[in-house]
C-alpha cells in the first residue's frame, strides 16, 4: 500500500494571535502550535476550534520547526513534506525521496516564506530521503543506520545523518512523541533494483549517507574542522536482501583531515593552500582517526591524490606529502596508507592495478553477513578514499572494490551458482554505481560527477558548470546548510554569549534561557588577565635564512620568554608583571 497524504493542517488566518492545527490520520489527537507553544490537544478539545478554522494544506509527514533571525525578533516555520516519490521497498517500509516541501510562516504572513527559499531548495534537490511503513513507524528502516549496526542496536539512530534533528527539538521539549508525528530525514542517495532469483525477489541496493557534522559545498567547506570531522564525509553501503537475509559491504570517504581551503575564485586547477601548520593540525587529525576506529574498526587509506609536484596537480601533491608526512608522525602509524596517482596511473580504466594493493584488505576487513536471525559475519573495518573532492576518482575506486567484494556477498547467499543472475546484480550495480556518483557530486559541486566512463564533453560541460556553480550560487547554498543544522541563533551576538558561557549540549536551548543566563553571567564567572604579545618581525625577503651567520638562531626568546629576557627593551602595560604568566595570545605582523 503506497504512502498517502495522512496530514491535514488547518489556520486561522487574519486572527490574532495566528495559529495551526495538525490532525494525523490514525492518531487520535491534534497538535496546536500558537505563540511559539506547541500543545496536545484530544478531539472534544479540538473538535471546536475546527469551526473557526479553515484548511492550509494536506502533507505527507512533517520534518519539524524551523527558527530564523530577523533582526531583534525570530521567526517560526513549520516544515512539510507535500511531494514525494517511493525509490523501492526496503524491509517492512518503504523509501521516499522528498520532491515538494512547504514552509509555513507560524506568524501567518506568507511572504516569510521567501526567507527560507534555499532551505526549501535543499530538501526538493532530490538528495533528502525517509522511510514510512503503514504498519507504524517503528516498522520502517532507519535509514541512518547500516545493516551491520541495525543488527546490534535496534532502537538507536545515527545522529550524524540524521539532517532534521534541529527541527525535532520544539517538539522534544513539548513532550510530543517524535516517531509518531515527526519524520527523519538523511541526506544522500538511495538506489534500489529488484533482481528475480527464480520465483524469488532479491534486492541490491546501495545507500550513501551524507554526514551532517561538517556539511558544505564544494569550496566553502574543506579539510577538518577542531572536532576532527571532515568535509563531504559520506558512508557508502552495499546492499543485498533475500528474504530475511541480507550482507552489507561499508565503504567511506571523506576530505583530507587537515586544515587546507581553495581560496580566491576558482577556475580550472584551483590553487590548494595549508591554513594551518603541522603542530595545530595534529589534534584535529588524531581526533577524526580515533572516531573512525571507535565507529568502523580498523582502517585502510586509499589517497588518490596526484603526485606530480609540478604542473596542474602541484597543489594535491602538496596536500599527498602532508597528509603522508602528518600520519607518520601521529599514533595512527598502523594504518595502510595506500598511494595511487588516479590520473597518472590511467584512471578508471587502469584499476585492475590498484586491485593487488586493495585486495588483501578487502578480504581481511571483510563484510557483514546476516542469515536469518544469525549473524554469520561481521564487517571488522573499512577502506577510506579520499581524492580533492571525494567525488569523482572516489567514487571510480568504491565502485571497483564494491564490485569486487559483491561477488563473496553473492557467494554467501547463494546465489552465484547461475550466470545470468550473477551478471544482473553485476549490471544493476554498476549502473547504481554511475547514479550514486552523479547524486553525491550534485550534492557538493552542483553538477553530475566527471570521470564515470562518459564522453569527454560531457566531462567538459559539467566542468564549467561546476565553476559557475561554485563561484556564483554556493554562498547561499551554504548559508542554507548553517540554519538547517545549526539553528536561528548561529551567528548572532546573542548564540555567542551563549557558546562561551553554556556547556555544548544547550548551544540550542530556548532563546530566554540563553538571555537569562547571559544577564546573570557575573554571579558565576570570574575574571582572568591574559598577556598578549604583539610584534613586528622584518623577513628582509627571507636573506636571514640563507645565511651562515644566523642559520642557528631561534625565535624562541623572542616568542616565549620576551616578558622575561627584555624588561628593558620592552613596552610593558602589565600592572603587575608575573613572569610565570604564559603568553596567551601572539599579534606578529610581517614585513
Known sequence: ?????????????????????IEQRGVDHCILLESQAILTLTPAEADPLKAVYVKLCDAYGILGNMRLSAGERVLHYLCLVTGAVSTGKLGKGEVYKITECKMVSLRGYSPDEERVAEVKKLFTCGAAYFSFSNQGPEHAMDLTMSAQKAAKFSNKSDGRFFWNRMLHLPYIRAGISTPTWLMRV?????????????????????????????????FCVRGVDDDGHVANFVETE???????????????????????????????????RMSRGPELSAPAFDSHFKQLKALYGGQVIINLLGSNLVGSKEGEATLSTAFQTHQKSSPH?????????????????????????????????????????VVAKRQTGVIRSNCTDCLDRT??????????????????????????????FEDGFKQMWVNNGNALSKLYAGTGALSQ????????????????????????????????????????????????????????????????????SEDFTYSEPLRVAVGTYNINGGKHFRSVVYKN??????????????KETLVDLDP????????????IGFE
Open 395 to 424: 567514487n571510480a575506486v568504491q565502485m571497483f572494490i564494491g564490485l569486487k567484494v559483491l561477488s563473496s556477498q553473492l557467494a554467501s547467499m547463494k546465489l552465484n551458482e547461475k550466470e545470468n543472475i550473477v551478471a544482473r
Open 1 to 21: 500500500m503506497a504512502m498517502g497524504r495522512g496530514i491535514r493542517v488547518f489556520h486561522n488566518p487574519n486572527q490574532n494571535p495566528y495559529s495551526v492545527l
Open 453 to 520: 566512463g562518459g564522453s569527454k564533453l560531457m566531462d567538459g560541460a559539467r566542468s564549467a558548470a561546476r565553476t559557475i556553480q561554485n563561484n556564483l550560487l554556493d554562498k547561499d547554498k551554504q548559508s542554507a546548510y548553517d540554519l538547517l543544522l545549526h539553528g536561528t541563533v548561529r551567528n548572532t551576538d546573542l548564540a555567542d554569549r551563549a557558546r562561551l558561557l553554556l556547556p555544548m549540549e544547550y548551544w540550542n536551548a530556548p532563546v530566554p534561557l540563553c538571555q537569562s543566563v547571559a544577564k546573570r
Open 186 to 218: 538523511m541526506f544522500g542517495s538511495v538506489e534500489m533494483r529488484t533482481v528475480y532469483v527464480g520465483s524469488k525477489q532479491a534486492k541490491a541496493v546501495i545507500i550513501s549517507r551524507l554526514s551532517s557534522e561538517r556539511a558544505g559545498t564544494r
Open 333 to 373: 602509524t598502523d594504518i595502510p596508507h595506500i598511494l595511487w596517482d588516479f590520473h597518472a596511473e590511467g584512471g578508471a580504466k587502469n584499476l585492475d592495478k590498484l586491485d593487488r594493493k586493495v585486495c588483501k584488505y578487502a578480504e581481511k576487513l571483510d563484510y557483514f553477513h546476516l542469515a536469518g536471525e
Open 238 to 272: 552495499q546492499l543485498v536482501t533475500l528474504d530475511k537475509s541480507c550482507t552489507s559491504f561499508l565503504q567511506i570517504r571523506g576530505s583530507v583531515p587537515l586544515f587546507w581551503d581553495q581560496p580566491g575564485v576558482n577556475v580550472g586547477s584551483h590553487k590548494i
Open 553 to 566: 638562531v631561534s625565535l624562541d626568546d623572542w616568542l616565549l620568554d620576551a616578558h622575561k629576557e627584555n
Open 576 to 587: 603587575s608583571p608575573s613572569d610565570e604568566k604564559v603568553v596567551d595570545v601572539y599579534a
